[in-house]
């Protein structure tokens, strides 16, 4: 498990990251750009009223959107993934999950946009109603209760586009179910590791955004590093 403490993997990231740092800022300036489009068009999309149909609608343009943003992440994925693996990597790279099996990657955007209105919509209609009928103390707790559903969810399925990236022939079904055995007993690792970079997003505030260039891709090939290691472990058990 020592291949797994944060100290560890951040170390081996900074060397995996010597002499990539132009093409990593590139590709999160790709990103970024792309997610600034995606995001202008989501707020074209919002309903200019609350009738049936334009909330339909709506919901139905934010799935597309959530879509293609996961179909750009699963790019992401696949060029850390190389990296991480020392295998070729290129900018395109970022655009490989758009014409390689992008179905699968649909289905999970559908199911974790699913999972964030519901926590949203239990919440709020605990907001709403709760403070009435429960106690003060219950409210919290289910509140409480709602949001860690939703944190296990994130850290189950938070792999499924680096497990698409390593073998985007998979089906959706059998990724959920990789995703499940895959964070078995390391949940709370990847929560710690999440947590070790709270002193960086810091400075990324401080630099007014600008260090978020050099933070992500640190923190992405991190990430990457520690899936990639469990699924090395897994594959020397079997």
């Not at 009435?132 to 399925?157: E, K, N, S």
């Not at 073998?167 to 710690?192: N, Q, T, V, Y």
């Amino acid at each position: 498990m020592k291949q797994l403490k944060p100290r560890v993997l951040k170390r081996e990231a900074r060397i995996k990251m010597q002499g990539n740092y132009g093409a990593l800022v590139t590709a999160a300036l790709i990103v970024f750009g792309c997610t600034f489009l995606l995001n202008i068009v989501l707020t074209l999309l919002a309903p200019a009223s609350t009738t049936l149909l334009s909330a339909l609608l709506y919901l139905a343009g934010l799935l597309i959107v959530n879509t293609l943003y996961n179909v750009l992440s699963a790019g992401v994925s696949r060029l850390y993934l190389n990296l991480a693996t020392d295998q070729p990597f290129s900018l395109r790279d970022l655009f490989y999950a758009f014409s390689t099996h992008p179905e699968p990657i649909a289905v999970y955007s559908a199911v974790s946009l699913a999972a964030e209105a519901g926590v949203l919509y239990v919440i709020l209609i605990l907001l709403a109603y709760g403070a009435r009928h429960l106690g003060f103390q219950l409210l919290i707790l289910l509140m409480l209760a709602a949001l860690l559903v939703f944190l296990w969810f994130v850290l189950t399925f938070s792999c499924f586009l680096f497990l698409h990236a390593r073998d985007p022939r998979k089906s959706a079904k059998e990724l959920f179910r990789d995703c499940i055995h895959l964070m078995k007993g390391h949940r709370l690792a990847l929560f710690w590791l999440s947590l070790t970079f709270f002193g960086v997003l810091v400075l990324c505030i401080l630099s007014f955004g600008i260090g978020l260039l050099f933070a992500m891709p640190y923190m992405q090939i991190t990430t990457t590093l520690f899936y990639e290691r469990i699924a090395e472990m897994e594959e020397k058990e079997k």
